[in-house]
């Protein structure tokens, strides 16, 4: 009976699969836990760095946050402000106030401004000294950013979808003559969630135009800019869909990552919004506290929810154990706080494949060019009403070799490591058919790579 043999290397180029439909014989992983996917192979994900003492910080629903600062770093916590210090210790900067709902940071040279949802504190950075800014200084609110010198605020008494500037450099939101202060309803009914600024050109002078970016939770604008016929901010609606909570966007001024209120996941770069999909994957997470770290070195993004979080990296989505609430980078690596899951095992499981053929085939032999320790086992099912089964697991031989012996219409290949280090660079699957009724004619070799008899 003839062999064939088909290569499978392709499967660890690539993270988990985008849409569920559609997906037989599509590149793209079913489940692709702790293990990385690049350009030339899949490796272990590596631990993560948390340098924050226990139990002084505890992942609490959405909160620490950490935010970096011109010149320090801070983390934001239940009921406390802490400037991180080099060797990671904590310093409080605030005695115990009232709880945080969530946390935004404006950021202005000699001093920073911290909104937790309830109250506006401001720290001087050289002295330290903090005090609760009044209403009559800065207006009630729940979110807040600098953008140009000016202190921006949201979700204010005006309305929960408003917007309100300050003056250029001072902390001053009345109108005048000067047309610096202002304020705006968004298009867009619910409440604002986010500020964020965007680069989205440069000018002739080589310099970055900005643009406030307003993330609601039923809509996203963008507050660009304007000097004529005044000096103030023109407005451009850009979605009528907003995000999927108040954490839920993460990045810096050159991109955005965001899920949005029916779970796709969404990147905004100068080039307009990108919509990257994984809705079987964040639409289960919606009605968390879903929170998006990102590392500027690396340019990864972590998103939580409550018990899961995964990776986007070099545009391949993978998940984790380690739940990253928050991280920065910051003094040459990234940190966060996280939480460890129970497993750290190794778990990939393909996409459905059925050889090209809608029959019966047996799966007879498995060929991993791996370095590291792992088993195999395989999915498989005889028809689309059926569900999946899995047959044991086989421990892979120093060769790189397993025998399964499957036997079914369709396949998804499982693998799993305990090892921290397992890498998979390549691979090749050996099967003959089983049921040859349903073939018509010459079987064309080249489509499965045939070998010999």
């Not at 969530?102 to 401001?122: E, K, Q, T």
């Not at 600098?146 to 408003?162: C, E, S, V, Y």
């Amino acid at each position: 009976m003839k062999e064939f043999e088909t290569p499978i290397t392709q499967l660890f180029r690539f993270g988990l699969r985008t849409d569920k439909l559609n997906s037989l014989n599509n590149p793209g992983c079913v489940t692709c836990m702790n293990l990385k996917p690049s350009e030339f192979r899949m490796e272990g994900q590596k631990s993560l760095i948390d340098p924050f003492p226990r139990p002084l910080v505890k992942i609490d629903e959405n909160l620490p946050q950490l935010f970096k600062g011109r010149k320090d770093t801070y983390l934001c916590a239940r009921h406390y402000i802490y400037k991180v210090m080099p060797d990671y210790s904590l310093v409080p900067l605030t005695t115990w106030f009232y709880s945080a709902e969530h946390w935004s940071f404006a950021d202005f040279g000699p001093y920073v401004v911290f909104n937790n949802g309830n109250l506006n504190i401001r720290v001087d950075i050289s002295s330290g000294d903090y005090y609760f800014a009044p209403e009559d200084e800065i207006p009630n609110c729940k979110v807040l950013c600098n953008f140009r010198g000016q202190l921006f605020i949201a979700n204010t008494d005006k309305g929960p979808n408003w917007v309100e500037w300050s003056k250029i450099g001072v902390q001053d939101f009345s109108l005048d003559g000067e047309n610096t202060a202002g304020y705006i309803p968004m298009p867009w009914q619910g409440q604002v969630y986010a500020l964020r600024i965007l680069t989205t050109s440069k000018n002739s002078l080589g310099m970055d135009q900005q643009t406030m970016l307003v993330y609601g939770d039923q809509g996203i604008t963008s507050l660009y800019p304007v000097s004529s016929p005044a000096s103030t901010y023109g407005m451009e609606l850009l979605t009528y869909y907003g995000i999927a909570g108040k954490g839920a966007v993460g990045g810096d001024e050159n991109v955005h990552l965001f899920v949005d209120e029916r779970g796709y996941l969404r990147r905004i770069t100068a080039k307009g919004i990108e919509r990257l999909g994984y809705q079987e994957f964040f639409e289960p997470m919606l009605g968390e506290n879903i929170t998006i770290s990102y590392d500027q070195n690396r340019g990864d993004f972590y998103i939580a929810g409550d018990t899961n979080c995964y990776v986007f990296s070099d545009n391949q989505l993978y998940e984790i154990s380690q739940l990253v609430r928050t991280g920065v980078f910051t003094d040459g690596a990234f940190v966060c706080v996280k939480q460890e899951n129970l497993s750290n095992d190794r778990l990939f499981v393909s996409n459905s494949f059925d050889l090209n053929i809608r029959t019966i085939k047996t799966i007879t032999e498995v060929l991993l060019g791996s370095s590291g320790n792992a088993e195999v086992a395989l999915y498989w099912r005889n028809n689309k009403q059926d569900e999946f089964r899995l047959s044991s697991y086989k421990r892979v031989g120093p060769s790189g070799r397993v025998s399964p012996h499957v036997s079914g219409v369709e396949f998804r290949l499982v693998i799993r490591s305990s090892d921290p280090d397992i890498q998979l660079d390549s691979g090749y699957i050996r099967w003959k058919l089983t049921d040859k009724r349903a073939i018509r004619g010459m079987y064309g070799l080249a489509k499965a790579s045939a070998e010999s008899d």
